[in-house]
């Protein structure tokens, strides 16, 4: 089994990579403090080098746009997993470039998180918060097998999802 930062996944002309170095600073300190990251400020790249070393990251990447520098490629899409890498992952900054929308590639991401999840024979949950009821909810029920374990949609609570993983008591 390998370690949860050495994962690289490939399909067509993109690759996801678990390495932390790799992930643009500048790129995704622009897209963390856009509106389409609407739970959460932007913060000063320091806290997200900091984040980023202290987590569980998954870059997406374009390989066909030129590199724009030599150590990384064009950053399309990233999640964060907040996690002990043994027996707890949260699930947050998940992001994919609204030109690269609709084309399966947040799909593939989180599938490649569900991958890391099946590798960790002691996860007891994997969770995630969110307010879209009405995209996110279904999305991550359909690709990450989650359940809304509370928050009320009409409301206007989060929801807040879950999976159990190997290590739950009841699995």
Not at 2 to 9: F, G, L, Q, T
Request: a negative charge; charged letters at 25%.
């Amino acid at each position: 089994m390998s370690r949860p930062r050495d994962r690289e996944w490939k399909k067509d002309e993109f690759f996801i990579s678990t390495d932390p170095s790799l992930v643009p600073i500048a790129t995704l300190s622009s897209a963390l403090a856009s509106p389409l990251m609407y739970w959460a400020k932007g913060m000063p790249d320091d806290a997200i080098e900091l984040a980023l070393r202290n987590s569980l990251c998954f870059g997406l990447y374009d390989t066909s746009r030129p590199k724009p520098t030599e150590t990384t490629w064009h950053l399309v899409g990233f999640a964060r997993g907040v996690t002990d890498f043994t027996t707890f992952l949260y699930i947050t900054d998940v992001y994919v470039d609204p030109a690269y929308q609709g084309k399966g590639l947040g799909t593939w991401m989180m599938r490649c998180v569900k991958d890391v999840l099946a590798e960790m024979p002691h996860l007891r949950r994997c969770m995630l918060f969110t307010s879209n009821w009405e995209k996110s909810v279904p999305f991550y029920e359909d690709v990450l097998g989650m359940e809304v374990m509370a928050g009320d949609k009409d409301k206007g609570e989060l929801a807040v999802m879950g999976v159990k993983g190997k290590g739950h008591s009841t699995m």
